[in-house]
């Protein structure tokens, strides 16, 4: 597989377990402050065993900063969207599929140097 590729696969696990941490304890607001936070510290911690491979790996396959950075925000989006139908219940809006698709034009234009030489 392509750096790119492990690259996306990285990220994808890395954003799975920020937005978990991030976002999971909303499903538990009974519960103190203090525990939900170290519960995010201990779950996010296992967020950069994967974004900082994945970065490194997407850099030396010849992605730039700038690049890294939208197929991270891209994979987020994803992952968010998924998190917020599957886990917490909520749906998705047009309005939800407008801003992605804004996203993915973010991409081609990043990317637009890679399929055609500036």
Same mark, same amino acid.
């Given at each position: 597989?392509?750096?790119?590729?492990?690259?996306?696969?990285?990220?994808?696990?890395?954003?799975?377990?920020?937005?978990?941490?991030? +976002?999971?304890? @909303?499903?538990?607001?009974?519960?103190?402050?203090?525990?939900?936070? @170290?519960?995010?510290?201990?779950?996010?911690? &296992?967020?950069?065993?994967?974004?900082?491979?994945?970065?490194?790996?997407? +850099?030396?396959?010849? @992605?730039?900063?700038?690049?890294?950075?939208?197929?991270?925000?891209?994979?987020?989006?994803?992952?968010?969207?998924?998190?917020?139908?599957?886990?917490?219940?909520?749906?998705?809006?047009?309005?939800?599929?407008?801003? &992605?698709?804004?996203?993915?034009?973010?991409?081609? &234009?990043?990317?637009?140097?890679?399929?055609?030489?500036?």
């Amino acid at each position: 597989m392509s750096g790119w590729v492990w690259t996306a696969i990285l990220l994808t696990i890395s954003n799975a377990f920020m937005t978990l941490a991030w +976002y999971g304890h @909303l499903k538990f607001p009974a519960k103190a402050l203090w525990l939900v936070v @170290l519960a995010s510290w201990g779950i996010a911690f &296992f967020e950069y065993w994967f974004v900082i491979p994945a970065n490194r790996i997407g +850099y030396a396959s010849g @992605l730039n900063l700038a690049q890294l950075k939208i197929m991270q925000e891209v994979i987020t989006l994803l992952v968010f969207a998924a998190f917020m139908v599957l886990v917490m219940g909520e749906r998705l809006k047009w309005n939800h599929a407008a801003a &992605f698709l804004c996203m993915i034009a973010a991409v081609a &234009f990043v990317f637009l140097d890679k399929l055609r030489p500036v």
